[in-house]
């Protein structure tokens, strides 16, 4: 049996694929979590073989959830499920540490298979989606760089914080939601506004907005 993990707050949608899962009888889900206390929380007790983060998680973002799961359970296994299939959105999941990046356009058959190569320790890309990375690898095999993100010149952790402060969140919710201190998040903010080159929030809002990052 694979034990299995869901994070998402939509409460019909997760309900939903829960029953999808609970098809196959080599699943076994774990539990399940709509916010993200609650959900580093229920990992660390239960110690799931696959956990699977919507990147459409309000608040914090799914690809913030995975970079904090990774960075306590280094050897986690996150499987991305995704709305959306742009480069940047692959990319930054990848290098948040997620060893699977599906969407949920697919047939289920298929995030079933994408759920399996993970469980086993594989990488898997969903097909309409690989070709992206496979493009990358070639340019970087010619000596081409690759396209830049907007948001690249950041840390990890400024990368939280970022994505949380386009959002409008507070720096004390911002600390609830990473575990630090609102003084650490505002260490953080300075570099964050320095680096992207905007002068305010209200700046780096119609940055998120200019780049087409998700403001939800």
């Known amino acids: 049996m694979t034990t299995l993990f ?3 707050d939509r409460e019909l949608f997760r309900e939903g694929f829960r029953l999808l899962l609970c098809s196959q009888a080599d699943f076994d889900i774990a539990g399940e979590a709509n916010a993200v206390p609650q959900a580093y929380d229920a990992v660390e007790a239960q110690r799931p073989e696959v956990t699977i ?4 998680l309000g608040g914090l973002g799914g690809t ?9 359970w280094p050897d986690a296994k996150v499987l991305m499920l995704s709305s959306r299939r742009d480069d ?14 599906a969407l949920k356009q697919q047939p289920s ?7 399996r190569a993970v469980a086993l320790g594989h990488v898997y890309l969903a097909p309409a989606i690989s070709h992206l990375v496979l493009q990358d690898h070639l340019r970087l095999r010619r000596g081409e760089t690759t396209q830049a993100g907007p948001c690249d010149a950041l840390s990890r952790r400024e ?5 949380l402060l386009v959002r409008g969140h507070s720096n004390r919710r911002i600390g609830r939601m ?3 201190s609102p003084k650490t998040v505002e260490t953080h903010r300075a570099p964050v506004l320095r680096q992207l080159g905007v002068p305010s929030l209200v700046d780096l809002i119609r940055f998120a907005a200019r780049h087409q990052l998700p403001l939800d």
């Open 6 to 8: 869901l994070v998402d």
């Open 64 to 72: 913030a959830v995975t970079r904090e799961l990774v960075r306590r």
């Open 178 to 180: 990473l575990g630090i």
């Open 109 to 115: 058959a298929q995030v079933f298979d994408a759920v």
């Open 88 to 101: 940047d959105g692959v990319h930054q999941a990848l290098a948040g540490g997620a060893r699977g990046f």
């Open 53 to 56: 983060v919507s990147s459409d």
């Open 159 to 163: 990368r939280d914080v970022f994505e």
